[in-house]
């Protein structure tokens, strides 16, 4: 729907605005201001933006293991033989891989769930990687080369503890050792607000689920 102050602009700048108002915490001030920003810019700035927006579109696909983001058939810690292959961190989103890394708290792998269980929201079991993750920690069993920890790193959040709830369960079903990330992590908040050292904490305290 237009709004009045819409009709103050340009179609393409009024365009611009709504397309930047969609991403996460920008308002339609917020929105107005970047959109300005841009324009104001030398053509060659905003192209180069628009060109790294495509070219990540383009390029990024997930991991063919672990759901990460990759460039290629497998992510930067896929691709990584020098990481214990015998422990595995689950957690809900890419951007959670990065937060995690950043601590040095974690030297082994990941599994991507590519969000969290919000049954409010018609997101089930269905619409995460959770077959091809228990998948995963069988075929590593069957293989020689079983996984001797799964440690559960999802959002301490009460989706979080949902979908951790419902991924151990599918894990110890296959007789997996599956652990939660515990002490140092504040009830309610994102991997992303909590700082590093908090994450190397719940790494260490880390409890059986």
């Known amino acids: 729907m237009v709004g009045e102050d819409d ?13 930047l108002g969609k991403l996460p915490g920008i308002g339609k001030r917020s929105a107005e201001r970047l959109a ?17 927006i495509r070219d990540a579109k383009r390029n990024l696909r997930a991991c063919g293991r672990c759901f990460n983001v990759a460039e290629g ?3 930067g810690v896929c691709s990584d033989l020098s990481r214990d292959q015998g422990i595995l961190c ?10 995690l890394e950043k601590t040095g708290a974690f030297r082994g792998l990941y599994h991507v769930l590519q969000g ?7 997101i089930g079991p269905e619409r995460l990687r959770v077959t091809e993750l228990v998948r995963r920690v069988r075929e590593a069993a069957a293989g020689g080369v079983p996984f001797r920890e799964v440690v559960l790193g999802t959002n301490p959040t009460a989706e979080g503890d949902v979908t951790a709830t419902y991924v151990a369960n599918e894990l110890k079903a296959v007789g997996a050792r599956v652990t939660r990330l515990a002490r140092g992590l504040s009830s309610g908040i994102d991997l992303e607000s909590a700082a590093p050292s908090s994450l190397g904490f719940a790494f260490e305290g880390r409890r059986e689920a």
């Open 7 to 19: 009709r103050l602009y340009p179609p393409s700048v009024a365009r611009l605005i709504a397309e």
């Open 36 to 52: 300005f920003h841009l324009l104001a810019n030398p053509r060659a700035e905003a192209m180069a933006l628009a060109l790294a």
């Open 73 to 75: 058939e497998l992510c």
């Open 90 to 99: 689950v957690v809900e989103l890419p951007r959670d891989v990065i937060f």
């Open 116 to 122: 969290r269980l919000s049954p409010l929201d018609g």
